[in-house]
């Protein structure tokens, strides 16, 4: 039997911090099992193994009675670190006290004591109002009106069974426009995760489609933080999708504004603020507002002083990833590729820490933005590395755009590199590919057809011409909205403009970073705003 089916246990343990462990042996002291604690011994000769191997703890423990049905012996250790970990994170965790708090009136409720029962839930209900929680408000409903019928309706009045049916008919409402708005999220990212930005009339249909069945904002009023907040977040993800910039920024800044006056930012809700942050830096840079893409990504980085993450690798993972990729994206379009280049080093030490933990289309992306920046500094061979491991990526989605832009920007690393015998099999295959996936767009035709020509070219001067062709060609593809996109992974146009006037591609990336109509685009967006 392989390994991987028995690493649970395993995984589970090695997923625990410093913290955890510490609480998990105080637990099991408190609650011993096993003669002399043998789960504990367990516990700790799996947590000293760097690869598990279940020969070695065989060995290890040969003879004892708990390794005579092993496969329960992991299961119960399993299940006794899950509860020394429910435990540590009751005080914590809203969700965990509200569970709590529902177990606590249940048993009430079964030695009768029913006036303590119907307090603990009127706390329970508060709680879940002022923190959104529907679904566990159903659950109190449902206790409340259990503990009126059993006392035979002693201590209630008409009124009270009137305002009970009310609640119910607004919760039910509640969660009727939350489960309406996240089945519309969900086919959007759904969507956008497969194809991508619009770039077709066909998807601006389907993005349109989805936008018709929003309800009306005015529905809304009276719903919780988190139904206000998926709102706007499908609003800015359309706009975004269909690339009307001013107006997703518009919605990104309704929810950011919904965290500040509500002042309801917590750990239930991090993921969501965590998520607006990237989104917001990514927009108003496009919008040439970099100072607030700065602010952003500065209180990105206040996260870990404003929250214990050392319980929370999920966060910590999704800020090391987020983090580097938009500083790598942000240095980029200010022409600072070596100091992008020093990023580098820690960004593959991260990679390598977290190996397994980032989503192959994140990791894809970290890779693809480390790889232009080695292209941007005349590192090809370097830059052919990582495209190669993008490449050979078996776990990538065959349908995600950045593996379209790889090939293509390994036919340009090729290029430079000037191996001419790989370049001609290297097009086809690049060829193959974006056909096979229905890419064929008017900027992967016009790159395509570059490289095609340029590969018959020997002469030095007709290569120069070429290189000014492209450009040409981008400069006019740049205006149009449906084939901008790929600019987003390299700046391909600026790139040829640095073959034609012979310049670094770093001194016109700041050049451009700096030009007039950035300024201008600033200057609009916060007029907008205002």
Not at 65 to 74: D, P, V
Not at 80 to 96: M, N, P, Q
Not at 291 to 296: G, Y
Not at 344 to 367: C, D, H, N, Q, T
Request: charged share 30%.
């Amino acid at each position: 039997m392989s390994n991987k089916i028995n690493e649970g246990l395993y995984e589970l343990i090695k997923s625990l911090s410093k913290t955890e462990k510490r609480y998990f042996k105080l637990f099991s002291s408190r609650h011993t099992i096993g003669e002399e604690n043998n789960y504990v011994r367990l516990f700790d000769f799996l947590d000293r193994m760097a690869v598990y191997d279940e020969k070695l703890i065989t060995r290890e423990f040969e003879g004892e009675a708990f390794m005579h049905r092993f496969s329960i012996t992991k299961k119960r250790l399993y299940d006794h670190i899950l509860s020394a970990l429910d435990a540590f994170y009751t005080v914590s965790s809203l969700d965990a006290q509200l569970y709590k708090m529902l177990h606590s009136a249940d048993i009430l409720f079964r030695k009768s004591l029913y006036r303590q029962c119907t307090r603990v839930l009127r706390s329970a209900e508060k709680l879940a109002l002022k923190n959104g929680r529907l679904p566990i408000l159903s659950e109190i409903y449902k206790k409340q009106k259990r503990v009126s019928e059993n006392r035979g309706y002693t201590d209630v009045e008409l009124e009270d069974i009137r305002e009970m049916a009310e609640k119910d008919a607004q919760l039910i409402q509640q969660i009727q426009k939350y489960d309406q708005l996240w089945e519309l999220k969900s086919e959007l990212f759904f969507h956008l995760s497969r194809k991508g930005k619009s770039r077709s009339a066909d998807d601006v249909a389907f993005y349109k489609s989805l936008l018709e069945k929003l309800p009306k904002e005015k529905e809304l009023i009276y719903h919780p933080f988190e139904t206000i907040f998926l709102y706007n977040h499908l609003q800015s993800a359309f706009y975004f999708a269909t690339d009307e910039l001013h107006k997703c920024y518009e919605f990104l800044q309704k929810n950011l504004q919904l965290f500040e006056s509500e002042n309801s930012l917590n750990d239930s809700n991090l993921n969501n603020y965590f998520s607006l942050l990237t989104n917001m830096i990514f927009v108003a840079e496009k919008l040439g507002n970099p100072a607030v893409a700065l602010n952003c990504l500065k209180q990105l980085k206040q996260i870990p002083n404003q929250f214990d993450l050392a319980n929370n690798e999920d966060m910590r993972i999704k800020l090391f990833a987020s983090t580097f990729s938009i500083e790598l994206s942000m240095l980029t379009r200010r022409g600072d590729l070596q100091h992008a280049m020093d990023l580098l080093p820690k960004i593959e030490e991260g990679l390598v820490r977290y190996e397994g933990k980032i989503s192959p289309s994140r990791k894809a992306f970290i890779r693809f933005k480390m790889a232009t920046v080695l292209f941007g500094m005349n590192e090809f061979q370097s830059a052919k590395k990582m495209f190669s491991r993008i490449l050979n990526d078996s776990e990538l989605d065959q349908n995600d755009d950045i593996l379209s832009y790889a090939y293509l920007m390994e036919l340009f690393v090729q290029l430079e590199l000037k191996t001419d015998h790989l370049l001609t099999y290297s097009l086809k295959n690049t060829q193959r590919f974006l056909k096979s996936r229905n890419r064929f767009f008017k900027i992967e035709q016009v790159l395509l057809q570059f490289i095609s020509r340029r590969i018959k070219c020997k002469n030095e001067a007709d290569s120069l011409d070429l290189w000014e062709a492209l450009h040409q060609q981008l400069s006019e593809l740049a205006q149009q909205e449906t084939d901008a996109w790929f600019y987003e992974y390299f700046d391909i146009k600026t790139w040829a403009e640095s073959k034609v006037t012979q310049q670094e591609f770093q001194h016109l990336l700041k050049e451009k970073f700096n030009r007039p109509e950035i300024k201008k685009r600033k200057e609009t967006l916060d007029q907008s705003l205002k």
